[in-house]
């Protein structure tokens, strides 16, 4: 069964808006990472956020991780036609198995 | 840095043969993950290769099976195929779990069973 499992299965949004996608886990995790992938290609590596950090922010990116309630959240801010892909959220279990969930699908309307 | 890179990246077969997919990984990583990827099952993680020994496995036959070589290249194979083996295949390279273990993707090989 699917380790990371993400909320809302679709979103479509306006340019210049913000995007949130919420991923919840099932075990305890060594850190939790989020990717992209565009139309059938392979997927681009985003953001990673470690087991004891609870907020990470890269560029329009920013992460925030609760263990506790074994979830995480990804928001892209000031969306672009260019962001329209799928999501995936990716905890890597204690065994190192990174277990992708089915994703988000975010389409970006200009 | 070359990216991953897979070949070849379309395959049509017919049920019952067998196919073999190949990956290099990026240069200094030594980690390579496969992954199979399909509409219906998402993404599924099918092993692991680490210095040419299989380090980590999926949940998936033994139809499925891989290597890795001393230049940390891999192929995977797949034996008798089944119409349900039609998906984009995906490598990933990371340089070692013992850091972060961000994956790199390699473009897919698209496989076709007819």
């Known amino acids: 069964s699917q380790q990371g499992e993400e909320d809302p299965q679709a979103l479509s949004i306006q340019e210049g808006e913000n995007a949130t996608m919420n991923c919840s886990y099932k075990t305890s995790i060594n850190n939790l990472q989020w990717y992209r992938q565009n139309s059938g290609r392979g997927l681009v590596h985003l953001i990673l956020i470690r087991s004891n950090e609870r907020e990470k922010h890269s560029g329009r990116l920013r992460v925030t991780l609760d263990t506790s309630k074994k979830s995480s959240s990804l928001l892209i801010t000031a969306s672009r036609a260019a962001d329209t892909a799928s999501y995936f959220c990716?905890?890597?279990?204690?065994?190192?198995?990174?277990?992708f969930g089915s994703g988000t699908r975010l389409l970006v309307r200009p | 840095k070359a990216g991953v890179t897979q070949t070849p990246r379309y395959l049509i077969k017919t049920r019952g043969q067998q196919v073999t997919l190949s990956c290099s990984p990026i240069s200094g990583h030594r980690s390579v993950s496969w992954y199979q990827q399909t509409p219906g099952q998402g993404l599924q993680f099918l092993f692991e290769?680490?210095?040419?020994?299989?380090?980590n496995k999926g949940n998936f036959p033994g139809r499925f099976s891989g290597r890795q070589f001393s230049n940390s290249r891999s192929e995977m194979n797949v034996s008798t195929l089944e119409l349900g083996d039609s998906a984009l295949y995906l490598c990933?390279?990371?340089?070692?779990?013992?850091?972060?273990?961000?994956?790199?993707f390699g473009p897919g090989t698209r496989l076709t069973v007819t």
């Open positions: 990716a905890p890597l279990d204690s065994s190192y198995k990174l277990i």
């Open positions: 290769y680490f210095s040419e020994t299989q380090r």
């Open positions: 990933a390279s990371s340089f070692d779990r013992r850091t972060s273990y961000e994956q790199y």
